[in-house]
């Protein structure tokens, strides 16, 4: 098996649920490093056996890799996925990918342009639980999925959490509606349009936010947060029955699907290792068949998700720098 040799930009929070999950994977070497921060990127080696630490953003992209994982804010996600690919390295990158729909273009055409592979992280479809429950939906079914619902707010992150500040691409609905975009295009397909109201903080982003979206083949009613809390299930309903996707439903572990007529069934399959390992190990999956693109988290999947964000973050009059 060809061993995919990974090197990580921005060694925060989500690089170290990212080292957390390729010890779950076959087949990969987490070769090299960068971090702005060089002692926090050193530690980030020294705690994951990472064995280089790369001077700049070059030196890291002229290394032996065959992929980047980006792991910085929004705000700087473009510009280094865009040296990334030109630099030759398959790129998968946090959610959201992009600040809005222009730049996850520019994105994609550089991708084509380079002949490389591009995914946004999206762990939710790669979760056991979540292929489980698509496996059983065919066998017994609820009938085409018509209306989704979910949500999540969170008031207890800290002032200095990068979802607070606007030049980070901050917000509720940049921070947790990546995951509710992905669940009403994955039940619902392609999106009509969106409707949006909110509210906006003081810091210029947006702390409440309730969107509807209307898809293809149904509606999704949506909502993020940041000042007040907000913890449940995800519903997926259909004419036969209903199932609920429960908490936290953007790392599903649990499923209880409602039929009509009473019928209950439940499903659970818990993740292992954090859970990043499952999209990680597609993506290498991809890389070693020579593909450009997943079928699971498309571009156009990434593109649906950049309009649905956008279009309801500047309905609330949310714009960052450079806007
Ligand atoms: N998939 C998931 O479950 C999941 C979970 C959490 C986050 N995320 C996503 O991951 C991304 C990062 O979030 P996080 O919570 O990991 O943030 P974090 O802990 O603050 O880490 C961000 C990293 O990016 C670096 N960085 C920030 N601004 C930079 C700049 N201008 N140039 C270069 N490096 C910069 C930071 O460096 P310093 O240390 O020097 O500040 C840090 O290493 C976001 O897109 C978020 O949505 C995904």
Known sequence: MQVIRWGVVGPGRAAARFAQGLQGVDGVALAAVWGRNRERAQEYAARFGVAEVAGTLGELFASDLDAVYVATHPDTHAKICLEALAAGKHVMCEKPAALNVRQLEKILATAREHDRLFMEAMKPPFFPLYRKLREHLVGDPIGAVGFVRAGHADATLPPEYPLNFPELGG?????????????????????????????????????????????ERGMAQLHTGLDLLS??????????????????????????????????????????????????????????????????????????????????????????PGE
Not at 204 to 209: E, K, P, Q, R
Not at 265 to 275: I, K, N, Q
Not at 292 to 297: A, D, Q, T
């Open 231 to 320: 913890r449940g299930d995800a519903l997926l309903c259909g004419p036969g029955g209903y199932v609920s996707l429960h908490a936290n439903w953007w790392n599903p572990m649990r499923a209880t699907i409602h039929y009509i007529g009473g019928r209950v069934v439940t499903l659970h399959e818990p993740f292992s290792h954090g859970g990043f390992n499952y999209e990680t190990a597609h993506f290498c999956g991809l890389i070693r068949e020579g593909l450009r693109e997943s079928s699971v988290i498309t571009h156009a999947m990434s593109l649906g998700m950049a309009r649905m964000l956008e279009e309801a973050r500047t309905a609330l009059g949310v714009r960052f």
């Open 171 to 215: 917000g509720g609905i940049m921070g947790i509606g990546p995951y509710e975009a992905f669940l009403a295009l994955d039940w619902l397909g392609e999106l009509k349009r969106v409707q949006t109201m909110g509210r906006v903080g003081a810091a210029g982003v947006d702390t409440l936010a309730l969107f509807q979206t209307e898809h």
